[in-house]
């Protein structure tokens, strides 16, 4: 599939995975509609970007957990933007890190809003034009933490097990439409995700990742750009990648 001059949609697109994404999708020519809160670091990307690759680029602030805002920012996408070719929804959390009898509400809240909420939302709005224009393909970025879960990481890993299986219902839902969908699934790759999920705790999240060598966003994106450059017959429906000194979510081969 030659993405040159497509429409690549990707939320969460202002750090980590989803940042690399954007760079690799620009360097095969894509034309990118980057979702994130943060305007500043969208708009410095998106600078970066059209003045590296010489793609065009447009930029939402948008949350992804309110609906209202992603319904009217799709239909009042310009008209040569609204032919999305790829939505990559990336936009995702884990917060927090505790027994389930101990958790905060606050947290689940916000990891299932935006999990799992933001991404039907997204979904919801880009799916009819794929459908209805007969191509198009979802990238769902789930988590090793959909196929098994660990210690006090009973709600994260619900919300990534609710996107493992709700991309297999896309998969069945959209046969016979011309769209595909892929299901990526990270194990630890070093970005803010840990940042975010001890609240800010810089020394704490940094831990995470010492001692071994951990993925990185580029490593990723790498794989979500393999799914989608595949030729149009066929549907990649899952990639499952982990670092190669972790073997399951508690079994990390960590020298120290
Ligand atoms: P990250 O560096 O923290 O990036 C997360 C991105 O999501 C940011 O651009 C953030 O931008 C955006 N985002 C968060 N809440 C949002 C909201 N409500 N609306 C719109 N955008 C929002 O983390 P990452 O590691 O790249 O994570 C990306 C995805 O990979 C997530 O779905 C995560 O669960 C998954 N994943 C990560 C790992 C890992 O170890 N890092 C492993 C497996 C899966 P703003 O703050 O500007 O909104």
């Known amino acids: 599939m030659n993405l040159k001059g497509k429409i690549v949609l990707i939320t969460g697109a202002s750090a980590g995975i989803g940042e690399a994404c954007a760079y690799k999708f620009a360097e095969l020519g894509a034309n990118l509609i980057l979702f994130a809160r943060r305007e500043e670091k969208l708009a410095k ?28 920012v799709i239909a009042e996408l310009p008209n040569i933007w609204q032919d999305i070719q790829v939505l990559v929804n990336n936009a995702g959390k884990a917060l927090g890190m505790s027994k389930i009898q101990e958790g905060s509400l606050e947290d689940w809240e916000e990891m299932i809003d935006t999990n799992i909420k933001g991404l039907l939302y997204t979904s919801r709005a880009v799916l009819p034009g794929m459908v209805s224009r007969r191509t198009g393909h979802v990238i769902n ?7 098994e879960v660990y210690p006090s990481g009973n709600v994260y890993c619900g919300s990534k097990s609710f996107v493992r299986a709700v991309s297999k219902g896309m998969i069945i839902d959209l046969n016979g439409t011309g769209v595909r969908v892929t299901n990526v699934d990270p194990g630890l790759v070093e970005t803010e ?6 609240h800010g705790d810089a020394e704490k999240a940094k831990n995470v990742y010492v001692g071994y060598t951990p993925l990185t966003g580029d490593d990723v994106a790498d794989a979500v750009i393999y799914a989608a450059t595949r030729p149009a017959h ?9 670092s190669t000194d972790q073997a399951t979510a508690t079994i990390v081969n960590k020298k120290m």
């Open 234 to 242: 066929v549907q990649v429906q899952e990639i499952f990648i982990t």
């Open 45 to 72: 990307i998106a600078e970066n970007i059209k003045s590296k690759y010489g793609v065009e680029v447009l930029t939402r602030t948008i949350d992804v957990r309110n609906n209202s805002s992603v319904e009217q």
């Open 193 to 198: 995700f840990s940042i975010v999920r001890f």
């Open 141 to 147: 970025i789930g988590s090793l933490a959909g196929h």
